[in-house]
């Protein structure tokens, strides 16, 4: 892969996609790159359930920001109830469905806590429907999970997740593939939220640091305190 290639995409490690997570470094990697295991007393493979973005680096695992998103949504499916073997096929069927490598880091998905629903145009503009992509009927919900969006921020026009605010007690620490190869921000400023911890460890001054980089004393706290769980 080009250099060029890496731009806009977002660049992370297996245990740096744990830490943004919180899914655990063991499932991460067995996610993106599949696993083995014997039945009948022959060794198989599992494919992987997240096609990802970038190939290994520097002979090390890398993950793109749909990655993650990815990786985020089929941990949230899997916490709603939703059986992987659903999930499995709910990707299948709407990679065909929506031509997109990345079906879940998008806004259409929902679930009701059994079945992974696709929101789909049907008929009139504003008439919208649920597809399930297990059974492929159409269905109107009540029941929807609208935690399986928060703190993500869709392109209007392809419906693509751009942004993402890992931690809602963090909320101007945002994950931009645009900005720093996607490493956590202060969106107001595009300042890594390392660079920041980084400041404060030398001054120890939430006031100076603020000054220097000529952001708020508030997204300063915010980034200590992002860089604080994450560690």
């Known amino acids: 892969m080009d250099a060029v290639e890496f731009v806009n995409v977002g660049i992370y490690s297996i245990p740096q996609a744990s830490r943004l997570t919180g899914i655990p470094m063991a499932r991460v990697r067995r996610w993106i790159k599949g696993y083995h295991y014997q039945q009948a007393g022959k060794r198989r493979h599992s494919d992987p359930d997240v096609t990802r973005e970038l190939p290994p680096i520097d002979g090390t695992e890398a993950l793109g920001f749909l990655d993650l998103i990815d990786l985020r949504f089929v941990d949230a499916f899997l916490r709603f109830g939703v059986s992987m073997k659903t999930i499995r096929h709910a990707a299948e069927r709407a990679s065909i469905l929506f031509t997109?490598?990345?079906?879940?880091?998008?806004?259409?998905f929902y679930t009701d806590g059994r079945r992974v629903l696709a929101e789909i145009q049907?008929?009139?503009?504003?008439?919208?429907?649920?597809?399930?992509?297990?059974?492929?009927?159409?269905?109107?919900?009540?029941?929807?999970?609208?935690?399986?969006?928060?703190?993500?921020?869709f392109d209007e026009l392809t419906g693509q997740a751009v942004e993402w605010a890992p931690n809602p007690e963090t909320p101007h620490v945002v994950l931009d593939p645009k900005r720093q190869f996607g490493q956590p921000i202060i969106k107001s400023a595009g300042i890594q939220t390392s660079v920041l911890a980084a400041a404060y460890k030398a001054e120890r001054s939430v006031a100076r640091v603020a000054a220097w980089f000529e952001i708020t004393e508030d997204e300063v706290g915010e980034a200590l305190r992002f860089e604080l769980k994450a560690a």
Do not use: C, N, T
């Open 100 to 108: 997109d490598r990345h079906p879940f880091a998008s806004r259409r």
């Open 122 to 153: 049907s008929g009139a503009p504003d008439d919208k429907a649920l597809l399930d992509l297990k059974a492929d009927q159409l269905g109107f919900y009540e029941v929807i999970k609208p935690s399986l969006r928060a703190g993500l921020i």
